[in-house]
């Protein structure tokens, strides 16, 4: 009798599991890298069944491109993709149909660089200084207004392509200043070997504030119902992450053996305040203030209406 209570009570576990695990639904995103500590709260809502919780089977993909998710999401091959605002911006200019659903990293993160010996106490002290830089775009136009702010322009400094060397190039010395580092990769990497930086953040120099990292999809997928859910297991994994940040990195550690390294250990706990504590929040304001600045500098042609960027929250 015992023998057929437990084969009854196996049989029903495993229809229940079957059940449970047959009404996820799947979802597809695309990365904008490799997993890295800028996508934790994704790996996390996955280690701790956050995203089955809310009926989902998220399966993260990398790209063989960064700029792969924005051509994989309008092309219909992907659900959901991880990308720049302003990027974003640029996409949407061009007539790409694409949507922001949600947010992953709510700040910018470029920064200029300067070593703590280099005399250079605030940006005016740039002057007759050479500066290195290894993309065009962005980030140059925010240095040349950076410069604009302080009364300087690109003819009062030596602006050298340092082609992605930007780390070597400052600690070498070979340019007094970088632009382009990322305050949560390289700036807490080079602290932690030692070395003392002053940091100037775009945001607090004049640049409007921008999201680094966005959720986008096909914007005739705008309201499809699973995103809501994937948004809701994100905040729950952001707010995991900010209560046991020691423990999801040894997690992401062990998941990622190839990526337990100083250098990732760093960026994660540097990464962790960077989150959207919730993914779904909008700010119109600073959407708008953005693409206006975007426009005055040439990158997009027209500021689109909120109800282009973004689906109503």
């Given at each position: 009798m015992k023998k057929v209570i437990a084969l009854l009570l196996l049989s029903l576990f495993t229809t229940l599991s079957f059940a449970a695990n047959k009404h996820l639904e799947k979802l597809t995103v695309i990365l904008d890298w490799f997993p890295n500590p800028d996508h934790a709260p994704l790996i996390i809502a996955k280690q701790q069944g956050f995203f089955k919780e809310q009926g989902l089977e998220v399966e993260l993909i990398g790209p063989a491109d960064p700029s792969d998710p924005p051509k994989l999401v309008?092309?219909?091959?992907?659900?959901?993709?991880?990308?720049?605002?302003?990027?974003?911006?640029?996409?949407?200019?061009?007539?790409?149909?694409?949507?922001?659903?949600?947010?992953?990293?709510?700040?910018?993160?470029?920064?200029?660089?300067?070593?703590?010996?280099?005399?250079?106490?605030?940006?005016?002290?740039?002057?007759?200084?050479?500066?290195?830089?290894?993309?065009?775009?962005?980030?140059?136009?925010?240095?040349?207004?950076?410069?604009?702010?302080?009364?300087?322009?690109?003819?009062?400094?030596?602006?050298?392509?340092?082609?992605?060397?930007?780390?070597?190039?400052?600690?070498?010395?070979?340019?007094?200043?970088?632009?382009?580092?990322?305050?949560?990769?390289?700036?807490?990497?080079?602290?932690?070997?030692?070395?003392?930086?002053?940091?100037?953040?775009?945001?607090?120099?004049?640049?409007?504030?921008?999201?680094?990292?966005?959720?986008?999809?096909?914007?005739?997928?705008?309201?499809?119902?699973?995103?809501?859910?994937?948004?809701?297991?994100?905040?729950?994994?952001?707010a995991y992450l900010d209560e046991h940040p020691k423990e999801t990195w040894q997690q992401f550690a062990k998941q990622y053996p190839e990526s337990n390294n100083e250098a990732n250990r760093a960026s994660w706990f540097a990464t962790l305040p960077y989150f959207a504590e919730n993914p779904a929040d909008f700010n119109d304001a600073d959407w708008l203030q953005f693409a206006a600045f975007m426009k005055q500098n040439q990158l997009i042609k027209k500021i689109q209406p909120i109800s282009r960027y973004t689906i109503p929250v």
């Open positions: 309008a092309a219909g091959k992907a659900d959901i993709g991880i990308t720049y605002q302003p990027d974003f911006m640029e996409q949407v200019d061009q007539g790409l149909p694409l949507i922001r659903i949600g947010t992953l990293i709510d700040k910018p993160l470029d920064c200029l660089v300067v070593l703590n010996d280099s005399g250079i106490k605030n940006l005016a002290g740039l002057k007759g200084k050479q500066i290195g830089l290894s993309v065009s775009g962005l980030s140059n136009v925010m240095l040349k207004v950076l410069l604009q702010r302080q009364g300087l322009s690109e003819t009062d400094v030596e602006l050298v392509n340092v082609h992605y060397n930007l780390t070597q190039a400052l600690l070498s010395r070979k340019v007094d200043a970088v632009t382009g580092l990322m305050r949560n990769v390289e700036v807490p990497i080079l602290e932690a070997q030692g070395h003392k930086v002053e940091t100037f953040f775009p945001e607090d120099n004049g640049i409007p504030t921008y999201s680094e990292l966005i959720f986008i999809a096909h914007i005739a997928n705008a309201h499809d119902d699973r995103f809501p859910r994937f948004l809701k297991a994100l905040q729950k994994a952001v």
